[in-house]
């Protein structure tokens, strides 16, 4: 099955516009998790929504989680050539021993 | 800020050998994961590992894997007789007491089979 599928799958931006990221997925969760990954880089963690939240917010990151649509969004306001980046969406499952990513979306930020 | 390690950054090896990959986990944490991310596609799980055991792993982590964490501080993951197809990045992660928080992910390995 999949789950955590972002889209679009790439997206290019000027440096200072708004950067809007989606995720879907098709059975229920525990946690959606949202993690970015420079080219041939590890992954890093960014946020952490719970099933029984509808937003959060660290710094110029706000996530989304509309659980009756079961989709997810994360929003990167005032971009910077440095957010340039993949970002993956990952679901958590209920007994949190498991994360399955999506496909990611690459966002290019262009100075 | 804490940091998961893992080595080597890429390996090199012949079609057939043994390789043990190498993390050290953050000290505190108590779950601990091996993922892999072929070139192009999704990261994938493969295995999770609580209080010395397995907790749950994927139809990926046949019987070629094994994990181990053989002292208070290493994780490894060893693939007995690799296979061009297990050319791939392979990330560790870990999370603290309770996994919801999130977890903290490695730089990866490149492992390279030839």
């Known amino acids: 099955s999949q789950q955590g599928e972002e889209d679009p799958q790439a997206l290019s931006i000027q440096e200072g516009e708004n950067a809007t990221m989606n995720c879907s997925y098709k059975t229920s969760i525990n946690n959606l998790q949202w993690y970015r990954q420079n080219s041939g880089r590890g992954l890093v963690h960014l946020i952490l929504?719970?099933?029984?939240?509808r937003e959060k917010h660290s710094g110029r990151l706000r996530v989304t989680l509309d659980t009756s649509k079961k989709s997810s969004s994360l929003l990167i306001t005032a971009s910077r050539a440095a957010d340039t980046a993949s970002y993956f969406c990952a679901k958590g499952n209920n007994a949190g021993n498991m994360l399955t990513f999506g496909g990611g979306t690459r966002l290019m930020v262009k100075p | 800020e804490p940091e998961v390690t893992q080595t080597p950054s890429h390996q090199v090896t012949q079609m057939g050998q043994e390789v043990i990959l190498r993390c050290v986990p953050i000290?505190?944490?108590?779950?601990f994961y091996w993922y892999r991310q072929i070139l192009g596609q999704k990261v994938e799980f493969l295995v999770s590992f609580y209080n010395n055991e397995i907790s749950e792993k994927s139809e990926i982590f046949d019987d070629q894997f094994s994990v181990e964490r053989p002292d208070g501080s290493n994780f490894t993951l060893k693939i007995r007789s690799t296979k061009l197809e297990d050319s791939a990045m392979y990330f560790c992660?870990?999370?603290?007491?309770?996994?919801?928080?999130?977890?903290?992910f490695g730089s990866g390995t490149r492992l390279t089979v030839v």
């Open positions: 929504i719970r099933s029984n939240e």
């Open positions: 000290s505190n944490h108590l779950y």
């Open positions: 992660a870990s999370s603290a007491v309770d996994p919801f928080y999130g977890y903290t």
